[in-house]
Every structure is written in structure tokens, then in C-alpha cells.
């Protein structure tokens, strides 16, 4: 396993992901553990890269809400590149569902994922995401958690 893979699985280890599959791509933490703070932010960077299946294309990544439907608790997830990006929402929380992909086009490179929600509240939710070339093979992908709090 190379440096920033360990570091990537340290980081999301951290952050509370408990997938024993970290470098799958996806993992399940508890955001806003304490359910009291409004402005809870989660930031990651993640880099795409050709690991030899060829160069990064996009950046996909959707969540799934798993905790009980709160009135106005939504959970959001951006992807940011340079001047681009996109976003998605799971507006159906505690169902089976992952929301759509949020599909963001930048090539090789570092991208930003942001998670945050729409008022305080606890949120149960596993997150997925992959960096996949021009013909969608999963490419390399690695990331590094900035902030959890």
C-alpha cells in the first residue's frame, strides 16, 4: 500500500468511516455526532490520477442518509474543481437509497468534497466515491480528510 493510500485510510479511519473496504471507495460515519452544530462541515480532497487503466475523466460521488426523516434535516454532498462544480442532495432520508451521482468532469487532478446539511442534527450516512476514466474504468483515487467538525 503506497504512502497516501495508508494516510488516505488513516484519515478516513478518523473521520469515523468504518468500511473495512476504505480503499473501495465508500465508508460510514455519524455526522454531526453531537446533533448541535448547524454549520458542521466535512471537506476531503480527492485526488484522481491514471494508475494504468488511463487518465481520470470525472469524479463521481453520491450519499445515503441513513437516519430517521427530521423536518428540514437535509444532508448535501459538492464536488469542486478549478471554476466547476456540482451537487446533490439525499432528500429522501432513512430510506434504502443512495442519492444520484454528483458527476463532476475535470480530469486527472485534485477535487474538493464537501459535506455539510441544512440545520444541526445527528446524520448517519455512508458516502461513495470514484474517479473513472473517459469510458468509465475506475481510475486512481485517493484521498486525504481536511475537516470533520
Request: glycine share 10%; charged share 15%.
Amino acid at each position: 500500500m503506497n504512502k497516501l493510500k495508508l494516510i488516505s485510510m488513516v484519515a478516513l479511519m478518523s473521520l469515523g468511516l468504518q468500511s473495512p473496504l476504505v480503499l473501495a471507495h465508500g465508508g460510514n460515519a455519524l455526522f454531526d455526532p453531537a446533533g448541535d452544530t448547524p454549520s458542521f462541515t466535512a471537506l476531503a480532497r480527492i485526488t484522481c490520477s491514471d494508475d494504468g487503466n488511463g487518465p481520470a475523466n470525472q469524479l463521481i460521488a453520491r450519499i445515503r442518509d441513513n437516519s430517521a426523516p427530521v423536518e428540514g434535516l437535509y444532508f448535501s454532498l459538492q464536488l469542486l474543481k478549478g471554476s466547476k462544480a456540482t451537487s446533490v442532495t439525499d432528500t429522501t432520508p432513512g430510506d434504502a437509497n443512495y442519492s444520484d451521482y454528483a458527476v463532476l468532469a475535470g480530469g486527472n487532478g485534485t477535487y474538493y468534497m464537501l459535506l455539510n446539511h441544512t440545520k444541526a442534527g445527528a446524520k448517519d450516512f455512508d458516502l461513495e466515491w470514484h474517479c473513472l476514466t473517459a469510458t468509465n474504468a475506475h481510475t486512481g483515487t485517493d484521498i486525504i480528510v481536511d475537516q470533520y467538525q
